[in-house]
T-cell receptor, first 113, second 112 residues
Framework: DTGVSQNPRHKITKRGQNVTFRCDPI?????LYWYRQTLGQGPEFLTY????????KSRLLSDRFSAERPKGSFSTLEIQRTEQGDSAMYLC???????????FGPGTRLLVL | GIQVEQSPPDLILQEGANSTLRCNFS?????LQWFHQNPWGQLINLFY???GTKQNGRLSATTVATERYSLLYISSSQTTDSGVYFC??????????????FGKGTKLSVIP
């Protein structure tokens, strides 16, 4: 059990560029969550996958955001036409079953210039 | 949606002191987790505690679900305890997910 991993750990981009983040959950965890954390706040829910199906998306997830989880393994989160307001820590979490502990990855810190 | 309030927002302790952090939530929840976020941003699981009391070393937590609050106790604090402590409650969203709703955290600074 190597824990949840995320790549890259840091990303600096210019406004208008596209970025993609990757999350590898703990193996055999079929539930995967993305959260976003801005400075001084707690993480906020973005989206949820059960296996490969994206079952829920927050209103925070604008049309510029898209997430996938092909084959129910790793997940990617893409932000198109980045804006300065997208600067945040993007966190991924996984859990084996509902109502069990969610384990978080180290996060990807995005800075949009 | 569910509201989660944590208090105090900031706490400064002398090394060796004890502290109590509080988490209030506005509605019934399926579960509750306490996390410690280290200076590098990693969220470290402390407790998964829907009700009752749990202890792990110098840390313990109590959740009284019927009264909608949870407490995190830190005894004999150490400088390595510094960081932000988050309470997060889990509720079924109705769309299949048990998403976590976080409070704003308590920033703890332990000074030597």
């Amino acid at each position: 059990d190597t824990g949840v991993s995320q790549n890259p750990r840091h990303k600096i981009t210019k406004r208008g560029q596209n970025v993609t983040f990757r999350c590898d959950p703990i193996s055999e965890h079929n539930r995967l969550y993305w959260y976003r954390q801005t400075l001084g706040q707690g993480p906020e829910f973005l989206t949820y996958f059960q296996n490969e199906a994206q079952l829920e998306k927050s209103r925070l997830l604008s049309d510029r955001f898209s997430a996938e989880r092909p084959k129910g393994s790793f997940s990617t989160l893409e932000i198109q036409r980045t804006e300065q307001g997208d600067s945040a820590m993007y966190l991924c979490a996984s859990s084996p079953r509902p109502q069990e502990t969610q384990y978080f990855g180290p996060g990807t810190r995005l800075l949009v210039l | 949606g569910i509201q989660v309030e944590q208090s105090p927002p900031d706490l400064i302790l002398q090394e060796g002191a004890n502290s109590t952090l509080r988490c209030n939530f506005s509605d019934s929840v399926n579960n509750l987790q306490w996390f410690h976020q280290n200076p590098w941003g990693q969220l470290i699981n402390l407790f998964y505690i829907p009700s009752g009391t749990k202890q792990n070393g110098r840390l313990s937590a109590t959740t009284v679900a019927t009264e909608r609050y949870s407490l995190l106790y830190i005894s004999s604090s150490q400088t390595t305890d510094s960081g932000v402590y988050f309470c997060a409650v889990e509720a079924y969203s109705g769309a299949g997910s048990y998403q976590l709703t976080f409070g704003k955290g308590t920033k703890l600074s332990v000074i030597p």
